[in-house]
């Protein structure tokens, strides 16, 4: 028996190791992602950041950008026209979920049984909260939560039945609210800032190097993936229950 404990205290200490080979430089399993990044030389405007390594291709990429959005039959106008300086953090948002290869540690299966999976609580960047906010602060939306309980009657998108148009600091208070709320905590607001290492950026300049490859590598050691947490506490309850 103490052999099995011994064996098992070092797969608890090998499995972050193990993790960081699976969360880094990896694309989601959805409807639009590849199946593996690499470079794509003609993607669109606010993804061109991601050519070099990419888990969106060209095509997707300038569907993101139309005002109602082929991915997702989507549409940022359903208030009225948004301002540019807004659409252009919408943009880039889109474009940093479809092409982003550094999305790992926070990626999670939509339901365990089946194969759809999203993200969860990826910590931007403080600046790309507030800029997004202030951005979009006289810019019009009906809802807090853009992830659900949209009338859809009419093949997009379209405000419920008695939700009224307001400015976003109406329904997104804070830079946080905007952050967190907008797509059911996708996104998590971080107090730490750009470049500290600890966040990631939503977009950054195509000529400089992905600032968010470091970030992956941070997080992703961590923590073990849940397929191997949940294997590793099932052996240790097992061995728990045999002594």
């Known amino acids: 028996m103490e052999r099995w404990w011994q064996l098992l205290l070092g797969l608890w200490t090998v499995a972050p190791i193990w993790a960081g080979d699976k969360l880094l430089n ?6 639009h992602h590849k199946q593996k990044p690499g470079p794509e030389d003609k993607l669109y405007e606010e993804c061109i950041p991601w050519k070099d390594n990419a888990c969106c ?4 990429s300038w569907e993101a950008h139309l005002d109602v959005s082929l991915l997702y039959n989507f549409s940022l106008i359903h208030c009225g026209l948004m301002m540019p300086g807004c659409e252009k953090h919408f943009n880039q948002a889109v474009c940093f979920y479809e092409c982003s290869p550094n ?7 939509m339901d365990l049984s089946g194969p759809g999976e999203r993200i969860l609580d990826v910590p931007l ?11 979009c602060r006289t810019s019009y939306t ?9 009338d859809w009657s009419r093949g997009k998108n379209r405000c419920p039945r008695r939700a ?7 329904y997104f208070p804070t830079p946080a609210d905007l952050c967190e709320k907008i797509w059911n905590n996708s996104f998590k607001a971080s107090p730490e800032r750009r470049n500290s290492g600890l966040c990631l950026q939503k977009w950054f300049e195509p000529a400089q190097d992905n600032p968010n490859v470091a970030v992956a590598h ?19 309850l097992f061995l728990s229950f045999l002594s």
């Open 103 to 109: 999305l790992g540690p926070w990626i999670q299966k």
């Open 164 to 170: 009224v148009c307001h400015p976003f600091p109406h």
């Open 57 to 60: 291709t060209a095509s997707t």
């Open 26 to 31: 990896v694309c989601m399993n959805t409807k």
């Open 218 to 236: 941070h997080f992703a050691s961590t923590a073990p993936p849940w397929e191997i947490s949940y294997t590793l506490l099932a052996f240790t």
């Open 142 to 150: 009906c809802k807090s939560n853009w992830h659900s309980d949209w």
């Open 125 to 135: 960047c403080q600046e790309d909260c507030e800029e997004w906010w202030e951005d």
